[in-house]
T-cell receptor, first 112, second 112 residues
Framework: GEDVEQSLFLSVREGDSSVINCTYT??????LYWYKQEPGAGLQLLTY?????DMKQDQRLTVLLNKKDKHLSLRIADTQTGDSAIYFC????????????FGKGTTLSVSS | DAEITQSPRHKITETGRQVTLACHQT?????MFWYRQDLGHGLRLIHY???????NKGEVSDGYSVSRSNTEDLPLTLESAASSQTSVYFC???????????FGPGTRLTVL
C-alpha cells in the first residue's frame, strides 16, 4: 500500500537552512504536499508541487521532487524561530483519488 | 470568510458512550475527510466523503461512522467509545477535482 516516510526530528540554528526529506511510494500522485502544524493548531497548507515539476520556489521555501527516486524535500532558507513546527509530507491516496496519505511528520526545532 | 470549524474543541467521555464530533465547512467543498492524529503515527484517515450521501472507509475506520446529509457537514460518530480512541481528530475539506485540503482546528477527545 501507499506509504510516506519522513525523518522525525531536525534541529537547526536560526539563520541556517533547513532541509526536510520525504520518500513516498505512489508514483501516480498528481500533487505532493507540505503541510505545517504549529503547537495546538490544525494543519496549514505550506506548499505543493505538481508531479511533472522538478522544483518549485516560493519565497524562502524550495521544494525539490525526484520522481525516479520518489523523493521529496522541503528547504527553508534563513530559518527563523517562528518556523519551529511539525512538517508533514503528503501524497494522494491513489485508490480514493483526492484523499491524502501523510507521513508521520518532522519536528523542526530552531534555536536562536 | 469561508472556513471549516469543529466542535467541541475538547471532549472527555467514558468508555462505551456514543460520541459525535461535528465538522462544518462554508466553502461548499464536495470532499470532506476525518483524520486522527496520534504520537508516532502522524495523521491517519478514518472516513471520507466525496459528496452528499457518499461515504467511504479510510485506513482506521473500525469503531467510527460518518454520514453526509448535506454539503456543509460531516459528523463523525464513535458508536461505543474506547480508550484507544483517545486522540486528536481533524476534519478537512477540499474542492472537487483538487487534492488540496484545508483543515479544521481539531478536537481533542479523551476516553476514560
Amino acid at each position: 500500500g501507499e506509504d510516506v516516510e519522513q525523518s522525525l526530528f531536525l534541529s537547526v540554528r536560526e539563520g541556517d537552512s533547513s532541509v526536510i526529506n520525504c520518500t513516498y511510494t505512489d508514483s501516480s500522485s498528481t500533487y505532493l504536499y507540505w503541510y505545517k502544524q504549529e503547537p495546538g493548531a490544525g494543519l496549514q497548507l505550506l506548499t505543493y508541487i505538481f508531479s511533472n515539476m522538478d522544483m518549485k520556489q516560493d519565497q524562502r521555501l524550495t521544494v525539490l521532487l525526484n520522481k525516479k527516486d520518489k523523493h521529496l524535500s522541503l528547504r527553508i532558507a534563513d530559518t527563523q524561530t517562528g518556523d519551529s513546527a511539525i512538517y508533514f509530507c503528503a501524497e494522494t491516496l491513489n485508490q480514493a483519488g483526492t484523499a491524502l496519505i501523510f507521513g508521520k511528520g518532522t519536528t523542526l526545532s530552531v534555536s536562536s | 470568510d469561508a472556513e471549516i470549524t469543529q466542535s467541541p474543541r475538547h471532549k472527555i467521555t467514558e468508555t462505551g458512550r456514543q460520541v459525535t464530533l461535528a465538522c462544518h465547512q462554508t466553502w461548499n467543498h464536495n470532499n470532506m475527510f476525518w483524520y486522527r492524529q496520534d504520537l508516532g503515527h502522524g495523521l491517519r484517515l478514518i472516513h471520507y466523503s466525496y459528496g452528499v450521501q457518499d461515504t467511504n472507509k479510510g485506513e482506521v475506520s473500525d469503531g467510527y461512522s460518518v454520514s453526509r446529509s448535506n454539503t456543509e457537514d460531516l459528523p463523525l460518530t464513535l458508536e461505543s467509545a474506547a480508550s484507544s480512541q483517545t486522540s486528536v481528530y481533524f476534519c478537512a475539506s477540499s474542492d472537487a477535482g483538487t487534492d488540496t485540503q484545508y483543515f479544521g482546528p481539531g478536537t481533542r477527545l479523551t476516553v476514560l
